[in-house]
């Protein structure tokens, strides 16, 4: 037995890789040349399934904002020389014609946003607050890590029925570890939310993008849900109030690059 947890923990250690946009040790059990495959296919069932938004302004709205986020993502990523990370990556940007206030980020870098959103994104600084955020999750390999994490729990569930022998102490583990599990999926899921609001942040500034617009658009959020939600702890998103003031606490570091970006005159209003 010994043996086997000494094997199972050498290979959790060779799994953890460093990713360049978080700089954080990541467990990845999943392999792009794996995934993307798969993320692709079911965005081409996704758009073949639904209609794409006839609005040529804010299709348009869309796939600028999105090039020109990916383009500063790639522009850093050069400069720090880990260009080589973005292998395989296969940008596309589409508006679905689809009244729930959604976006998402396949991995490989498949993006939909539906047109619902677009009247609380407003204006094209709100669409990069919600493509900063998405595309954050793709490059910080957030869904890789949540099916690498399912995979760990899974085998963990297993190591401990094969450790236990005691059949009353097994039923008891058996009931009590989903739970457990579940839980910190969940913590995971948020803590990814915060993470891929404040590097899409940074993201959407380096495009020349005004991040003040971040949290203006989690305030047009909280208006249109009107107050109902599970608790937090039970949610796999942070409550928008959490949000904001990370937000606004993050603006100071990432108002400069606005500016650089942008050319314009430092304004903190």
Same mark, same amino acid.
């Given at each position: 037995?010994?043996?086997?947890? $000494?094997?199972?923990?050498?290979?959790?250690?060779?799994?953890?890789?460093? +990713?360049?946009?978080?700089?954080?040790?990541?467990?990845?059990?999943?392999?792009?040349?794996?995934?993307?495959?798969?993320?692709?296919?079911?965005?081409?069932?996704?758009?073949?399934?639904?209609?794409?938004?006839?609005?040529?302004?804010?299709?348009?709205?869309?796939?600028?904002?999105? +090039?020109?986020?990916?383009?500063?993502?790639?522009?850093?990523?050069?400069?720090?020389?880990?260009?080589?990370?973005?292998?395989?990556?296969?940008?596309?940007?589409?508006?679905?014609?689809?009244?729930? $206030?959604?976006?998402?980020?396949?991995?490989?870098?498949?993006?939909?946003?539906?047109?619902?959103?677009?009247?609380?994104?407003? +204006?094209?600084?709100?669409?990069?607050?919600?493509?900063?955020?998405?595309?954050?999750?793709?490059?910080?390999?957030?869904?890789?890590?949540?099916?690498? @994490?399912?995979?760990?729990?899974?085998?963990?569930?297993?190591?401990? +029925?094969?450790?236990?022998?005691?059949?009353?102490?097994?039923?008891?583990?058996?009931?009590?570890?989903?739970?457990?599990? @579940?839980?910190?999926?969940?913590?995971?899921?948020?803590?990814?939310?915060?993470?891929?609001?404040?590097?899409?942040?940074?993201?959407?500034?380096?495009?020349?993008?005004?991040?003040?617009?971040?949290?203006?658009?989690? @305030?047009?959020?909280?208006?249109?849900?009107?107050?109902?939600?599970?608790?937090?702890?039970?949610?796999?998103?942070?409550?928008?109030?959490?949000?904001?003031?990370?937000?606004?606490?993050?603006?100071?570091?990432?108002?400069?690059?606005?500016?650089?970006?942008?050319?314009?005159?430092?304004?903190?209003?």
């Amino acid at each position: 037995m010994k043996k086997v947890a $000494l094997t199972f923990l050498v290979l959790l250690i060779a799994a953890c890789s460093t +990713n360049p946009i978080t700089g954080k040790k990541t467990l990845i059990l999943v392999s792009n040349s794996q995934l993307f495959p798969m993320a692709f296919q079911q965005y081409k069932q996704v758009l073949k399934k639904e209609q794409l938004s006839r609005n040529a302004a804010q299709t348009k709205m869309v796939k600028t904002v999105g +090039n020109r986020i990916r383009n500063a993502a790639e522009m850093d990523l050069k400069a720090r020389n880990q260009l080589d990370f973005l292998k395989g990556y296969q940008w596309e940007f589409n508006l679905i014609e689809n009244d729930q $206030l959604n976006a998402w980020c396949m991995p490989g870098g498949k993006v939909a946003f539906y047109t619902g959103i677009m009247p609380v994104c407003k +204006n094209d600084d709100g669409v990069a607050v919600v493509m900063g955020h998405e595309i954050t999750h793709a490059l910080a390999e957030h869904s890789a890590q949540r099916m690498s @994490q399912a995979m760990l729990a899974q085998g963990l569930q297993v190591a401990g +029925n094969v450790a236990m022998n005691d059949s009353r102490y097994r039923n008891l583990f058996n009931q009590l570890y989903p739970v457990g599990a @579940q839980m910190g999926i969940l913590a995971y899921s948020r803590n990814a939310e915060l993470e891929a609001d404040r590097i899409g942040l940074r993201l959407m500034a380096m495009a020349g993008y005004d991040p003040r617009e971040a949290p203006k658009f989690w @305030q047009r959020m909280e208006a249109q849900s009107k107050g109902s939600r599970l608790p937090e702890f039970l949610s796999t998103h942070p409550n928008p109030g959490r949000r904001i003031a990370q937000l606004q606490k993050e603006l100071p570091k990432v108002l400069p690059l606005y500016y650089q970006a942008t050319g314009k005159s430092v304004s903190l209003n």
